[in-house]
């Protein structure tokens, strides 16, 4: 019901700031619960961030202070600001949606993902 597709990944430097985007098609955008999600090489998916569709924001403990998730209703747009990055952010990182208006920290909450995007920190 909803097309998820990540822009914006490329490669920084450690230090550097990135900012995400992730435009969605498809119905009511406006009411599901959106999610960043990053995978490592080697490793499972991580939780990132979340924002609920009126704005309410929860961050995985290692980004809080440093990453951003808003959303643009208007745009059907979720971006992810990034500032401080550091080698270890490295990863794809995907957008997923659910339709509910609470936050999930778990992928198997989300029924919607996009095709990811890759980012990678240099130094």
């Known amino acids: 019901q909803v097309q998820l597709v990540e822009s914006g990944g490329g490669l920084v430097q450690a230090g550097d700031s990135l900012r995400l985007s992730c435009a969605a098609s498809?119905?009511?955008?406006?009411?599901?619960?959106m999610a960043w999600f990053r995978q490592a090489p080697g490793k499972e998916r991580e939780f990132v961030a979340a924002?609920?569709?009126?704005?309410?924001?929860f961050y995985a403990d290692s980004v809080k202070g440093r990453f951003t998730i808003s959303r643009d209703n208007a745009k059907h747009t979720v971006y992810l600001q990034m500032s401080s990055l550091k080698s270890e952010d490295t990863a794809v990182y995907f957008c997923?949606?659910?339709?509910?208006?609470?936050?999930?920290?778990?992928?198997?909450?989300?029924?919607?993902w996009g095709q990811g995007t890759q980012v990678t920190v240099s130094s």
């Open positions: 997923a949606a659910r339709l509910s208006g609470e936050i999930a920290t778990i992928s198997e909450a989300y029924g919607y």
């Open positions: 498809g119905r009511t955008f406006s009411s599901y619960a």
């Open positions: 924002i609920t569709w009126s704005g309410h924001t």
